[in-house]
């Protein structure tokens, strides 16, 4: 038997715009964000993957890894995302925005999940306006996570054509 396909998957809801078209304007102006140049998209597609795999996203995961190999990605780079803490495939300012967007997804019961050192290594790789991109791709995960794990998303779609009608 063979695998299903993208074509064979089914979204468990339909497009969210009919019903709520003001999402458009929201996700649109943190696209602008987030693609503003201050950051490599590079970096976001990394950042954005680690947070589809700590989230249990196969969307986003598939999403990001596509986007990724678009952009010229290695397969080692991009297979390394998961274990990024051991891998020498990563810059320094890359290793930052992974090690921030895991604090954020990550529960710390016992403290801050960005703590001043944290944000010390930050600050010293991006500037204010970086450092808010880098936030604003984190939001950008925060803002279409429900939507990846309650309505699902056909995985390896195009935007617009990943929801069943």
């Known amino acids: 038997m063979s695998?299903?396909?993208?074509?064979d998957l089914r979204s468990r809801m339909p497009n969210p715009l009919p019903f709520v078209p003001e999402m458009a304007e929201v996700a649109g102006g943190l696209h602008k964000v987030i693609k503003n140049g201050s950051i490599p998209q590079v970096t976001v597609h990394l950042l954005q993957l680690r947070a589809g795999q700590m989230l249990g996203s196969t969307y986003v995961t598939i999403r990001e890894t596509g986007n990724l190999r678009q952009a010229g990605e290695s397969e080692e780079r991009i297979t390394a995302v998961a274990t990024w803490r051991d891998a020498t495939y990563f810059t320094d300012a890359e290793r930052v925005a992974l090690e921030l967007v895991e604090a954020v997804l990550s529960p710390n019961p016992s403290g801050e999940r960005v703590p001043d050192e944290l944000y010390?290594?930050?600050?010293?790789?991006?500037?204010d306006k970086a450092l808010w991109t880098l936030i604003m791709a984190i939001a950008?995960?925060?803002?279409?996570?429900?939507a990846a794990l309650i309505a699902k998303p056909i995985p390896g779609m195009p935007p617009g054509q990943n929801y069943s009608e």
């Open 3 to 7: 695998a299903p396909t993208t074509t």
């Open 140 to 146: 950008h995960i925060g803002f279409f996570t429900p």
């Open 120 to 127: 010390a290594k930050a600050s010293a790789h991006y500037d």
